[in-house]
Each structure stands twice: as C-alpha cells, then as structure tokens.
C-alpha cells in the first residue's frame, strides 16, 4: 500500500467580516466566546494560503461548522475562499456541513446593536458546498449529506453528517445506519481501508465531556459498533473545539479511534497532518494555526486566542462579582433576591483567594509549591488544559495532586456520574482523567488500528 498524506481542519466559523462585527454588543458577546469572531476572515485566509504552499499533502479534509453561525454570505464567501484555494494548489478539499452551517437567524454586530443577516436553508447546503466531496462521490444519502469518496487507491473516506432538513443533532436512525454499514462492508469487500469523518466527537474528548448533551454524537455507541465490527476504526470530527485522540474496544475486540483537533479560530488551534502508512498504523502530527494578519496588540496569532479563551472564563468570575444577573443569564439560572446577594460574596472570595485557602476551605492540603498562586489564574488554566489536550494536572504534580486529593475527599458524596447517554460514570476516576492526560498524546501518535 503506497502511503497516504492529508491534512485535516475543523471547525473553521469563517464569519464575512463586512456583515459586522463591532460596537458595544459585540464586545459584551464576546465576553462569553471561546472563538474569534471579527478575525475569522483573516485567520482562514491565512490557513488556506498556508495550506496551498505546503508540500507534504495535496488534499484536505473539513470537519464541519464551516460557517460562523449560517450566515448566507459567509457560506458564499466561504465557499468562494476553498473554490480558489482549489484552482490556485490544485488540492482537492472533502468537507462536512454542520449545525453551524445552517440558521433561520443568524447575527451580526454593528453600532446599534445585534442584527440579523440572511441565514441559509439546510437544502441550500449543497449549492454552497457540492464542489468540495460531494462531486467525487461514488454513493451519496441525500437526506443526512452525506457521501463516499476515494481519496487514493487505497483509501476510502466516509463523510456522515446527523443534520437533516427535518433538525439538527440528530440521533441516527436505523436506515441510515444501514446506509453506513453497508458502506463499510463494501469497502472491504473492495480491499481499500475505509476512515471517516463527521463533525461530533464519537468518543468524549475528555471523560466529563460525557456528560455534556451537545459533546458527542447521540447514541454513539450503535455508531461506533457498526463502524468499528465493519472495518472502520478511525474517526475525524470537530465540534468541541478541544484536541484529543481516544480510542475504545468493542465487545467483538475491534479498536475504534477518535480524533477531535482544536477549531482553526480558536485557543486551542491547530491542523493535522496525517499519515496513512498501511491498513493498520495512522500517524497524526499536530501543527499550529498558521499567524494572521490582524492588530493583535504585539502579540503571536497564539497569544492573541489564548487571551479570547481566558477572557471567557475570566468574565464568568468577573460578573459573578460585578454582575451576577448577567452571569445567571448566561448559565440560564432564574436570577432570585437571594442568588443576587450570593453570588457577588463568592465572586469577591474566589478573586481573593488563594490555591492554598480554597483548598483549606475544603478541607485538603494544597501542595507547597503552589499553595501561594492566586486562585483565578489556577482556575483558568485548569479549564483550558482540558480544551487544550495532553492535560497536565497528573499524579506526581503539585496542581495533580492537590486536585486528587479534592476528588477524593468529595468521593464519597458523589461516587458516580450519570452520562448523557445514560452511563455511568465512576466520579474519581472521571475527574483524574480529565485534569490529566494519562493515555494517547492528543498531538502526535501513531496509531495502531488493529
């Protein structure tokens, strides 16, 4: 089998910036966003004149939310960017749609306030996008947009999407998963190796994500059993903005891997150059974002999304302080008198606080090495590690152990978790093995698929 290069990009949000993107609303929006949103533009026009330069791989893949929120002209526009971007490098480009891709009502920014551009229809997807896979395909659902293309000799990639004109996030349903099946089987029967993508993680990009509705692929478990006991041990998907590689074994003994990479407009952001050496080992290389061309304040492209992320969860303290009416907007809690008066006493305490007197408020002993740094920062790091991958919150470290020792002492209140999809979930262990990496490398790995 000759080896197979390609490069993988998720969740790209690519907003057109003259729909709006200033004044005070925005700034208060983006109070609360992970992503970029005015820097879209230029962050994807960055990648892809990046990409076209690049060498070691002349295809790309595109995990979907393609769009910032469904904007009819940032699907033409960016459908426009991937049909030059085509034309100029001469790679061939398979996306994926996703929720993003497709509103009723989607919005925008200016001096006045939040407005709302033209949305685009689900059936309107493929006018935008049919260029991009959908053209190569030799088998096409319709209804899921959904296809399968031949990316060499060798290799064979399937493209599952769970919107359909009648919703989005859709839980799939037998036909279709029969569609897939058969699919996967004929794969095999025509001697490629079969990988695929989609835009929802299949496994939990890290274990509490489980118990998060909107983190996965609903009843995942039927979607990994007929891919993985059919052939098909490797997924690409996007969604959660996080890097992780996860792998599982199905009862029948059949590896199933998960590869979530960073969105391309936010912290973390990175692409993938993957590597198919055989029917058997996949090696995957993380790279960053290429830097963009916007007024950044001095700071590197990863600086600059760095700051955006802490900004989110730094706002989520701050207006627990300063503005806990807002907050419990945000969190979608009834604000109360009561609430109103409690909030900003926590705010001001976790502000104050130290990782050495939160610890002592809950009865554990911080490690020397840290029990002095100020709690907040502690606190935001801790979030995007998770987002980040390759946590480092382990045994062995002053922030790992300290955090088991918390774990441990609140076991016995909460032993397990309840996950979304109805499993359950040990509390320590779920709790270790999100504040810590203790598996794949979520950047580079080789993967073994059987």
């Known amino acids: ?55 070691r791989a002349d295809i790309v893949l595109i995990a979907g939310d393609l769009s910032f929120n469904g904007e009819k002209e940032s699907n033409t526009a960016f459908s426009g960017l991937l049909r030059e971007f085509k034309e100029k490098s001469g790679k061939r480009v398979y996306v994926v749609t996703a929720g993003h891709d497709i509103n009723d009502e989607p919005f925008a920014f200016n001096e006045t306030g939040r407005i709302t551009p033209e949305g685009t229809r689900f059936d309107e997807l493929l006018g935008f996008y049919g260029d991009f896979g959908y053209g190569d395909a030799i088998a096409f659902n319709e209804e899921h947009l959904s296809y399968v293309a031949d990316l ?55 274990p509490l994500l489980a118990l998060i509705g909107d983190a996965r692929q609903p009843e995942a478990q039927k979607l990994i059993e007929t891919l993985a006991d059919n052939g098909v041990h490797l997924i690409f998907t996007g969604h959660m903005h996080n890097q992780s590689i996860n792998m599982v074994e199905t009862a029948k003994g059949n590896r199933f891997f998960d ?78 008198p009561v609430l109103m008066k409690i909030f900003p006493v926590i705010g001001r305490r976790l502000s104050k606080m130290t990782v050495g007197s939160a610890a002592r408020l809950l009865l554990v002993r911080a490690d020397p090495e840290i029990k002095k740094a100020p709690l907040v920062p502690f606190m935001i790091e801790l979030v995007r590690s998770v987002f980040e991958g390759n946590q480092p919150f382990t045994e062995d470290t002053p922030g790992g152990d300290t955090l088991l020792r918390l774990f441990r002492r609140l076991r016995p209140f909460v032993k397990t978790l309840k996950g979304s999809q109805g499993e359950t979930l040990d509390f320590y262990e779920t709790m270790k093995h999100t504040i810590g990496n203790y598996g794949i490398d979520d950047y580079n790995a080789v993967l073994k698929l059987k």
């Open 1 to 55: 089998m000759k080896p197979l290069k390609f490069y993988l990009v998720t969740d790209p949000h690519y907003f057109k910036n003259s729909l709006g993107a200033r004044g005070e609303a925005y700034e208060q929006f983006m109070d609360f966003e992970q992503k970029c949103f005015a820097e879209t533009q230029a962050i994807n026009e960055a990648l892809f004149t990046w990409l076209a330069a690049d060498d």
């Open 152 to 206: 060499s000799d060798d290799v064979r990639l399937l493209v599952i999407c769970n919107d359909t004109a009648e919703g989005k996030h859709r839980a799939y349903d037998d036909a279709f998963l029969a569609w897939i099946e058969a699919q996967a089987k004929q794969a095999q029967a025509d001697g490629k190796l079969m990988i695929a993508m989609e835009h929802y993680p299949v496994l939990p990009g890290q």
């Open 259 to 336: 590869v979530c990479t960073g969105s391309a407009i936010g912290c973390p952001a990175f692409l993938r150059l993957v590597t198919v050496q055989d029917n058997s080992t996949v090696e995957i290389e993380s790279i960053p974002v290429p830097d963009f061309d916007w007024d950044k304040k001095g700071m590197t492209g990863e600086e600059y999304l760095q700051v955006q992320f802490d900004r989110m969860i730094r706002s989520l303290i701050d207006c627990m302080e300063h503005d806990p009416e807002r907050l419990m907007r945000k969190i979608r809690i009834k604000p109360t």
